[in-house]
């Protein structure tokens, strides 16, 4: 089993640092989620924002296990686009669109990563759904954190959530530890079984970033190498945050101040009753 880096005090602050950082540029961008503007916009204000709190944006030039570096600053996923959508002048966000866009941050070495996915004017029933499924499957996720506990935990407890709702969990893509080093182990499963994998002890830190689809969970790669679709095209959704485990729990690192606008939007959301 790979080593996982367990961070000393230093690291933690380190990291405490790049990851509240992070989330202010990530509440930012939910102030000018709205139809008419391109995603080249929302990089560009990423850009403007992460340079002026002194961070470096991590995706841009990342070539993660591939050969072709990230071209921009921050992924922007939209409907049928499960994750590392590339921004784009000519992908313009609609009324009736979700997007989920995916900010890190380097802050003196140290990588802070969050996402969330926003809506864009009007919203159906069907996105709703999905998102706030995702939501919820990142909370159920993050409960399930604490000293003692296994990996399979949190899968299990996404899992378990998301498919009783009637939808699906991308499989070919995992939370991860993360440092000094964007992606490091141990991997975090979105599915599996309780009482499975590695045990989680107190200095780990790690993301949990669940995919939600509305169909099938398979995702397919676009010939840029990066984007993610559905290969059936449907809705996917998607929340993630870095955290820190404690001694007695976890703490979320890139925890926001706030309503995060054009996203927290549904207070009054409940699961469906689905039939059994």
Not at 64 to 84: A, D, L, R, W
């Amino acid at each position: 089993m790979v080593a996982v880096t367990i961070k000393s005090a230093k690291e933690i602050e380190g990291m405490r640092i790049a990851c509240r950082l992070a989330a202010e540029t990530l509440s930012a961008v939910g102030k000018i989620i709205k139809p008419g503007i391109s995603t080249e916009d929302i990089d560009a204000f990423v850009v403007a924002d992460t340079k002026a709190k002194g961070a470096i944006a991590a995706p841009l030039g990342y070539k993660g296990s591939g050969n072709v570096p990230f071209p921009k600053s921050v992924c922007t996923s939209i409907n049928e686009v499960i994750c590392h959508g590339i921004p784009s002048k000519g992908v313009i966000l609609q009324d009736g669109d979700i997007i989920n866009v995916d900010i890190t941050h380097i802050v003196d070495g140290f990588h802070g990563d969050n996402s969330a996915t926003f809506y864009v004017g009007t919203p159906s029933d069907e996105a709703i759904h999905v998102t706030e499924v995702a939501r919820r499957s990142l909370e159920l996720g993050i409960a399930e954190v604490k000293p003692g506990a296994r990996i399979g935990d949190i899968g299990a407890a996404i899992q378990e959530f998301a498919e009783g709702q009637n939808l699906s969990v991308v499989r070919q893509f995992t939370g991860h530890g993360i440092g000094r080093k964007f992606h490091e182990p141990p991997a975090i499963l979105h599915f599996g079984e309780r009482n499975k994998g590695r045990r989680i002890k107190a200095g780990m830190i790690f993301t949990i970033e669940p995919m939600i689809n509305v169909g099938e969970w398979h995702a397919e790669i676009l010939p840029d190498q990066w984007t993610a679709v559905t290969t059936d095209r449907k809705l996917s959704a998607q929340f993630e945050h870095t955290l820190l485990v404690t001694e007695d729990g976890v703490e979320v690192l890139t925890k926001r101040d706030g309503v995060l606008e054009n996203s927290e939007i549904f207070s009054d959301w409940t699961p469906r009753k689905v039939e059994s």
